[in-house]
């Protein structure tokens, strides 16, 4: 069974089936909270992840990740709750994340590293080298395949990552600053990706680069200090900013600062930390 | 899965870690052919005390994950995976170091050199529980450096559980010690793995 018919067996009754949920989501480092009675719900799709540095965009895609515990709330993915720690390896097998900032063998290839990866995921290991050399070939990067991963750019490498993300062709895809280090071209390809995989998949990117929300997502979750500050779609964003005159270059700027402006003052105690 | 685990054993860099545990023990020979210790079996203490530190210190970087938030991911939890590098990376290091005194039938032969070996490890994969694998080297450097430098006039009876390393092998309570630092530390370094190093937001 495919990850992604994996997803499809699981509709949810009335109601587009959500792959990612989280109720009353809490993240503590510390003695500040990251995250704070975070309510969300993810269907297929792309979905953008907004929000000043420090607001809880990697807390809350490291918690989904399953590599950080929530200190409360109940995050549900793929009908599995992750706090199930029997149903972890069930979670992870239809996880692809791609974290700021991942780290890599230095003696590996691309094509070692991708494996390595596919191999953590338990693919079966008959399928490994097809998923690897098409998961490189997506990101563009089939001719560097054989490289070592620390002779390549800084901007191949995080399509490297990206790589790695998809080699299990995930139901959900959790890409923290994925456009980071890549140049306009490779912007644009990468954009072009996500719309693919968002056709099936759940897909959470966080990111700065409005432009990214504005043409490759589906949705947009604003976080300010820990909570959401707005949900909605990109257009729907961007005319809040055309209507509230945020300040800003683009429409969606101009939406991202008017909607962040607006939670601050609908909540003067809201910063939290 | 072979393929899988051949990926694990390069990533974990275990073919340079068994080629550098087999160079200390090559250092170990060549250091203790020197010493004359038939005269006095008490000069064999260095070799004893310290090519046991820097196998520890070798198996000890071995610890370190380079893409540990990755390896967070996995499916199958690590401990298992753990429970078989240590032992296994420590078992080659024990068995290595005895060969390079075997044949000295001294109290500082064989048996103190995988007594030593065992409780140095042992602090070694707690530091990398506690500190991070790339500094897992420092406290069992500076624990034995001490030792070796400090125990030399020490008396009394609780010399034998802090001063193993330059113990003879025939000393019980030094082999207390340092299997107490073998179980504990692998426990921490399997439970725990190597402490993420690097940025956390």
Redo the contacts between chains.
């Keep these: 069974m495919s990850p992604v018919s994996h997803l499809a067996s699981r509709p949810s009754p009335g109601e587009p089936a959500a792959a990612v949920r989280t109720a009353g989501l809490r993240v503590r480092h510390r003695r500040t909270v990251a995250l704070d009675s975070v309510d969300l719900d993810f269907g297929p799709g792309v979905h953008g992840l907004l929000g000043p540095n420090?607001a809880g965009k990697?807390?809350l895609i490291?918690v989904l990740?399953?590599?950080a515990e929530p200190s409360g709330g109940r995050v549900e993915i793929l009908g599995h709750d992750i706090r199930d720690h029997r149903r972890r390896?069930e979670v992870?097998?239809g996880?692809g994340?791609l974290?700021?900032?991942?780290?890599?063998?230095?003696?590996?290839t691309v094509r070692?590293f991708v494996?390595?990866?596919a191999?953590?995921?338990?693919m079966p290991?008959d399928g490994?080298p097809a998923a690897v050399e098409r998961a490189v070939a997506r990101v563009g990067l089939a001719d560097r395949i054989d490289a070592k991963v620390r002779r390549l750019s800084g901007g191949m490498i995080r399509r490297v990552g990206i790589a790695?993300a998809v080699v299990n062709e995930p139901p959900v895809l959790l890409l923290d600053e994925p456009t980071a280090g890549l140049d306009p071209e490779q912007r644009v390809e990468f954009r072009e990706l996500l719309r693919e995989l968002g056709v099936s998949s759940t897909v959470i990117v966080s990111t700065h680069l409005v432009e990214d929300v504005a043409a490759a997502c589906t949705e947009v979750t604003l976080v300010d200090a820990g909570r959401v500050a707005y949900r909605g779609t990109p257009p729907s964003l961007a005319a809040l900013g055309e209507s509230e005159g945020g300040p800003g270059d683009h429409p969606i700027e101009r939406g991202y600062t008017a909607a962040l402006r607006a939670h601050r003052a609908s909540a003067p105690g809201g910063a939290l930390r | 899965?072979?393929?899988?685990f051949l990926?694990?054993a390069?990533?974990r860099?275990l073919p340079r870690t068994v080629l550098a545990l087999a160079g200390t023990a090559a250092a170990a020979v060549l250091g203790a052919r020197n010493l004359d210790a038939y005269l006095d079996p008490s000069r064999q203490v260095p070799v004893v005390a310290l090519a046991p530190l820097f196998a520890a210190a070798v198996i000890g970087t071995s610890l370190h994950s380079?893409?540990?938030?990755?390896?967070?991911?996995?499916?199958?939890p690590w401990w298992r995976r753990r429970l078989v590098h240590l032992p296994a990376l420590t078992g080659c290091a024990a068995l290595l170091l005895a060969a390079t005194v075997y044949g000295h039938p001294s109290p500082f032969g064989p048996a103190a050199m995988v007594r030593n070996t065992l409780g140095c490890v042992g602090l070694t994969a707690g530091a990398a529980a506690l500190l991070g694998a790339r500094l897992s080297w420092l406290p069992v450097f500076g624990y034995v450096s001490a030792v070796y430098l400090g125990s030399a006039n020490a008396r009394g009876r609780a010399v034998p559980v802090w001063a193993w390393p330059v113990q003879p092998a025939a000393q019980h309570t030094a082999w207390v010690s340092a299997v107490v630092l073998l179980v504990a530390g692998t426990a921490l370094y399997v439970a725990r793995g190597a402490r993420p190093e690097?940025?956390r937001?």
């Design positions: 420090g990697t807390s490291r990740a399953t590599v390896g992870r097998r996880l994340y974290p700021q900032d991942f780290g890599y063998y230095p003696g590996f070692e494996a390595y990866v191999w953590l995921k338990e290991a490994v790695q | 899965m072979t393929h899988g990926l694990y390069r990533s860099v380079a893409s540990d938030e990755l390896d967070r991911t996995a499916v199958r690097g940025r937001d």
